[in-house]
């Protein structure tokens, strides 16, 4: 028999919580996990997720979470992830992304099997839309 330790919203923050208590020696569990797995929009409709743990161990399991809430885990070192403004990696990527859209359009625009010239040069036209659409940003972001 297990008692309810905490609730929580969201399917990723209930299992991060059980995971925490777990790595203290503690043996929780998310008990509507099933549940969600069928139809996630039931978790708001039975009051979200219950993590449980055994009753010889709630105490201790309340405890940590208390700290977690209190904030008593968090560090002071900066986040890994990049700044709103500095995501030099996305923008490339967002970037090859968009430059080989052509070829895809190309494909379906039946470019390859066409003589025509307005179909034959349709991925080059739309190759200069996107680099201007993308490359007119990334250049303003760039020089700002």
């Given at each position: 028999?297990?008692?309810?330790?905490?609730?929580?919203?969201?399917?990723?923050?209930?299992?991060?919580?059980?995971a925490?208590?777990?790595?203290?020696?503690?043996?929780?569990?998310v008990?509507?996990?099933?549940?969600i797995g069928?139809?996630?929009?039931?978790?708001?409709?039975?009051?979200?997720?219950r993590?449980?743990?055994?009753?010889?161990?709630?105490?201790?399991a309340r405890?940590?979470?208390?700290?977690?809430?209190?904030g008593?885990?968090?560090?002071?070192?900066?986040?890994?992830?990049?700044?709103?403004g500095?995501?030099?990696?996305?923008?490339?990527?967002?970037?090859?992304?968009?430059?080989?859209?052509?070829?895809?359009?190309?494909?379906?625009?039946?470019?390859?099997?066409?003589?025509?010239?307005?179909?034959?040069?349709?991925?080059?036209a739309?190759?200069l839309?996107?680099?201007?659409?993308?490359?007119?940003p990334l250049?303003?972001?760039?020089?700002?």
């Amino acid at each position: 028999m297990s008692v309810e330790i905490g609730r929580f919203h969201d399917l990723h923050e209930a299992e991060l919580a059980a995971a925490l208590l777990r790595s203290a020696g503690i043996r929780a569990e998310v008990a509507d996990h099933p549940l969600i797995g069928i139809d996630p929009p039931l978790q708001r409709a039975v009051g979200g997720l219950r993590v449980m743990a055994p009753p010889d161990q709630a105490a201790d399991a309340r405890a940590i979470l208390a700290r977690v809430q209190a904030g008593e885990f968090v560090s002071d070192e900066p986040d890994d992830r990049p700044a709103a403004g500095d995501a030099p990696a996305r923008d490339a990527g967002l970037a090859l992304g968009v430059l080989a859209a052509p070829w895809a359009a190309a494909g379906m625009l039946g470019a390859r099997r066409s003589v025509s010239p307005r179909r034959r040069y349709a991925p080059l036209a739309i190759l200069l839309l996107v680099a201007v659409l993308v490359g007119l940003p990334l250049l303003l972001r760039i020089m700002a």
